[in-house]
């Protein structure tokens, strides 16, 4: 059994490093790709507030498919550079976004998201996929949510590869 929950009254930098070293402990020796997501989905759910979808987009045959993830039913699949997740994707490059309305091309799975955070997942030069995080609250990432997840992702890439 495991019991990780995150430290109470934490900053945010010490936040990540837990989640980090949750997620090590989680992926550490399993081979299986859609485990290590499906338990690193249910990890960001549980240490960072305010979300209201947590979860992972796949690539295959060059489109984003839908991957594990916490949060309500989402679009199954999504062209690279279409929404936010496409960009982050195609560009390589992660996105912050503070208001999803105002997003050009905006791909609306929940409407009450807000605001996004979309994070590539790169292994050996080549995409995997992306960590993609909603929030009903507008502006709800920073740039210490964007480096500490984009951290992790970098960290278990290869978990993630499979």
């Given at each position: 059994?495991?019991?990780?929950?995150?430290?109470?009254?934490?900053?945010?930098?010490?936040?990540?490093?837990?989640?980090?070293?949750?997620?090590?402990?989680?992926?550490?020796?399993?081979?299986?790709?859609?485990?290590?997501?499906?338990?690193?989905?249910?990890?960001?759910?549980?240490?960072?507030?305010?979300?209201?979808?947590?979860?992972f987009?796949?690539?295959?045959?060059?489109?984003?498919?839908?991957?594990?993830?916490q949060?309500?039913?989402?679009?199954?699949?999504?062209?690279?550079?279409?929404?936010?997740?496409?960009?982050?994707?195609?560009?390589?490059?992660?996105?912050?976004?503070?208001?999803?309305?105002?997003?050009?091309?905006?791909?609306?799975?929940?409407?009450?998201s807000?605001?996004?955070?979309?994070?590539?997942?790169?292994?050996?030069?080549?995409?995997?996929?992306?960590?993609?995080?909603?929030?009903?609250?507008?502006?709800?990432?920073?740039?210490?949510?964007?480096?500490?997840?984009?951290?992790?992702?970098?960290?278990?890439?290869?978990?993630?590869?499979?």
């Open positions: 059994m495991y019991d990780f929950s995150p430290a109470t009254g934490s900053d945010k930098p010490a936040l990540y490093a837990d989640l980090l070293a949750a997620a090590r402990a989680l992926t550490e020796g399993e081979p299986d790709a859609i485990a290590n997501m499906a338990n690193v989905a249910a990890l960001i759910w549980q240490y960072v507030p305010d979300l209201n979808w947590a979860g987009y796949r690539l295959v045959d060059d489109v984003l498919v839908l991957g594990p993830f949060g309500k039913p989402a679009c199954i699949r999504i062209a690279l550079g279409s929404g936010v997740c496409g960009r982050a994707a195609a560009t390589r490059q992660v996105q912050r976004v503070e208001d999803v309305h105002a997003f050009p091309g905006h791909i609306a799975c929940d409407a009450a807000a605001s996004e955070l979309v994070v590539p997942v790169i292994h050996k030069g080549a995409l995997i996929g992306v960590l993609d995080l909603d929030s009903p609250r507008p502006a709800r990432f920073d740039e210490a949510d964007a480096a500490g997840l984009d951290a992790l992702c970098a960290a278990i890439a290869p978990a993630l590869a499979g």
